[in-house]
């Protein structure tokens, strides 16, 4: 009887949590390629590059998908059980709500570990290949595709337009307009032709595009400032010529080559070897700073056998009466310059300061992320079957509702927290871990209520004081009728 249990309830459960996670994914990964999709599309990217970007993109949403499928998944499996009669029936032959969730609550304790070594050795490395893939694809210049009447700027320094291109390979041009912007100072050189050939060398390194009939005019830039009203130009025509462009901004290249390495993809050990460091250079950068400013101010001692030179007189309280008169101008502008030196100094160091507290910060709140995000799984479950077992409806109606209305708080709150954790106003302990002990009371107050059969979301419950206050008012009008009839 156990097992058969704990297996309706796993099946229960297993088949809504596999179909949400997939959608949230998708869903997630969708908001990525719309915000996306002008850098990725048009570049002449192979396929393949955006098939990889999309699977490790899917992967990094995981820790924000997770906990939205436990919640609603949750909910949708006990609301059910509630709707069909099934968990009163469970109940009625001894087994309490605890009982029903201990299955669930076990494979919640898998699931939770499993997104964390997730979290700890995959996403580490999804974040570093699709980073480098994102920024590889969106820094690599627009595939090359000249189209007619239609001005191309992808060749740097020079905006192409042809008026028609024929030809078995629509290699052939007619009306070809050249703009060279190559000297940075606008629309200089205009290269017009009549007809004109388009063709790539054999290695793919360069284009060629030979004019045929045509004329260049180039506007000239005198040196004497007399001469530039002239406006002098010089005008020429060609029966062929021929321009080069190199191509070799247009190759792809290895996309997946990475150049830099952030805290978002390191794991716990890494993280941890890299805060000491961290803290290490910081201390020595304020041993320096330390040093820096104790040079900055020196003082003489004054030995025994001086003190009996006469010429070494007792200095005036007042600093500058000990100095002739012509030198204290002089001395109050080098004080002032030493000082608002220090000042600037001091600031620089400041700054830094806040920079380097900044960058341990995240290194710590990324560290803490790794294990709260699988500790929200227990929470949010924690909310969910509760909530799912009180309100006693299933499917994709209300569950949906009430989930994402839990979800957006729950992600809400912990990215506000997140925020204070990254400037400094709380430590990356309460920044990432408030949110989850905010709702862990609420989830056991849940529980509990459950658990006791509580008519927590019984409207009927509610109503009641409204009823007897509704009650005592009618009862006043009915005698009020009554006695108004019987004096008549």
Not at 111 to 139: C, E, M, Q, W
Not at 144 to 153: A, D, K, M, P, S
Not at 155 to 179: A, C, H, T, W
Not at 337 to 348: G, L, V
Request: hydrophobic content about 45%; some cysteine; glycine content about 4%.
């Amino acid at each position: 009887m156990i097992k058969i249990l704990d297996r309706f309830v796993l099946k229960s459960f297993i088949r809504p949590f596999i179909i949400t996670f997939i959608v949230m994914v998708l869903f997630l990964l969708m908001q990525f390629v719309w915000k996306y999709i002008d850098d990725l599309v048009g570049r002449g990217v192979e396929w393949y590059y955006i098939a990889e970007l999309l699977f490790y993109t899917s992967a990094t949403v995981v820790p924000m998908a997770l906990p939205l499928a436990v919640l609603l998944s949750s909910i949708m499996t006990f609301g059910t059980l509630g709707e069909h009669n099934e968990m009163a029936a469970l109940k009625a032959s001894g087994n309490s709500l605890i009982r029903v969730m201990r299955p669930l609550i076990i494979l919640l304790v898998f699931i939770a570990f499993g997104a964390f070594l997730f979290s700890n050795y995959v996403i580490p490395v999804a974040n570093l290949k699709s980073d480098t893939l994102l920024r590889n694809i969106t820094h690599k210049k627009p595939a090359l595709n000249i189209r007619q009447g239609v001005f191309y700027n992808g060749i740097e320094g020079y905006s192409i337009k042809v008026g028609e291109k024929y030809g078995p390979d629509k290699n052939l041009l007619r009306n070809v307009f050249i703009y060279d912007h190559t000297k940075k100072m606008g629309n200089m050189k205009v290269i017009v032709a009549e007809k004109g050939k388009m063709e790539v060398t054999d290695d793919k390194r360069y284009l060629n595009i030979t004019l045929y009939d045509g004329n260049s005019y180039e506007d000239l830039f005198a040196s004497k400032p007399k001469d530039r009203d002239n406006y002098p130009f010089v005008s020429s025509s060609f029966k062929e010529s021929l321009i080069r462009f190199n191509l070799s901004d247009f190759e792809s290249g290895d996309l997946r080559k990475a150049n830099r390495k952030s805290y978002t993809m390191l794991n716990v050990a890494q993280l941890n070897v890299s805060v000491d460091s961290l803290y290490n250079s910081f201390d020595i950068r304020k041993k320096e700073f330390s040093e820096e400013i104790s040079a900055r101010y020196t003082f003489k001692t004054i030995k025994n056998d001086q003190k009996k030179d006469s010429t070494i007189k007792k200095m005036d309280n007042a600093i500058l009466t000990n100095v002739k008169e012509v030198e204290r101008k002089r001395i109050v502008q080098n004080a002032l310059r030493i000082a608002r030196s220090n000042r600037a100094y001091y600031t620089n160091a400041a700054k830094e300061y806040d920079w380097r507290h900044k960058i341990i910060a995240r290194h710590l709140l990324e560290w803490n992320r790794k294990f709260s995000v699988s500790f929200s799984c227990l929470v949010l479950f924690f909310i969910g079957a509760p909530l799912g077992a009180i309100i006693r409806k299933g499917g994709m109606g209300m569950p949906v509702v009430v989930s994402v209305f839990i979800f957006i708080v729950y992600h809400v709150t912990s990215y506000s927290f997140e925020k204070l954790g990254r400037e400094l106003v709380w430590t990356a302990f309460q920044a990432m871990w408030t949110a989850n002990f905010i709702l862990l009371p609420i989830g056991i107050f849940l529980t509990y209520k459950s658990a006791t059969d509580s008519a927590l979301f019984n409207i009927e419950v509610y109503l009641k004081p409204f009823q007897k206050i509704w009650g005592i008012f009618a009862g006043a009008k009915k005698k009020s009728v009554e006695n108004t009839s019987s004096q008549q």
